[in-house]
């Protein structure tokens, strides 16, 4: 999956610069496996008001930087309108499958301490628990849908960390065990669009 060059938000960049970066990054990509890359993770999970565009125009099949959506994977828009104290419009549906993801399902929030001059995010929660909300999260999900797609976000810098990975490791097997199956993200993709083109023709 791709996840940027330079790590900067796209939101803070023109189109000339995040287009950049993103043509950098894939294709370092593309020269130590072979291929572009099929996804994007925007960094920060903040996006622009260019960046599906961009995505299309590169060929990615999916984006996993939204939140419009717990369990269900969609199709991106773009041209939507948000004014304050007015109607939301939506604009057009895209081919641009998006990967719905959560910062609840993040390891960062949880774990990482960091300072600034104008906040705190404390971080450093117990391991245990944060696998148990994430088991929740997969119980829940079990209970409410028919299929549905849980994505965490693990950093090795911060799940790796010896009891954290020992207590990862432990989630992975109970999830396997309560039927979880683990895949790649463009193999959900394309599970996702069988499975709408099968409901659209039933």
Not at 93 to 109: A, Q, V
């Amino acid at each position: 999956m791709h996840h940027s060059w330079a790590h900067i938000p796209p939101a803070t960049q023109n189109r000339d610069e995040e287009e950049a970066d993103l043509v950098r990054a894939n294709n370092a990509i593309a020269r130590l496996t072979g291929r572009k890359a099929r996804g994007y993770r925007s960094p920060s999970w903040d996006l622009s008001e260019h960046t599906i565009d961009l995505l299309l125009h590169h060929s990615f099949q999916y984006d996993s930087s939204m939140m419009g959506a717990d369990y269900l994977p969609y199709r991106a828009r773009r041209g939507d309108v948000a004014k304050l104290g007015e109607p939301f419009h939506f604009g057009e549906e895209t081919d641009l499958i998006e990967m719905p993801i959560s910062w609840s399902l993040d390891d960062y929030p949880h774990f990482e301490f960091v300072r600034t001059a104008a906040a705190i995010q404390p971080g450093l929660q117990p391991a245990r628990a944060v696998m148990q909300s994430w088991l929740d999260e997969f119980v829940y999900m079990k209970k409410t849908v028919d299929w549905g797609v849980l994505t965490f976000t693990c950093h090795p810098f911060i799940s790796g960390r010896g009891h954290r990975i020992m207590l990862l490791e432990k989630l992975i097997r109970t999830l396997k065990d309560k039927g979880a199956v683990f895949q790649r993200a463009d193999h959900t993709v394309e599970e996702f669009r069988k499975r709408t083109k099968a409901r659209k023709a039933a």
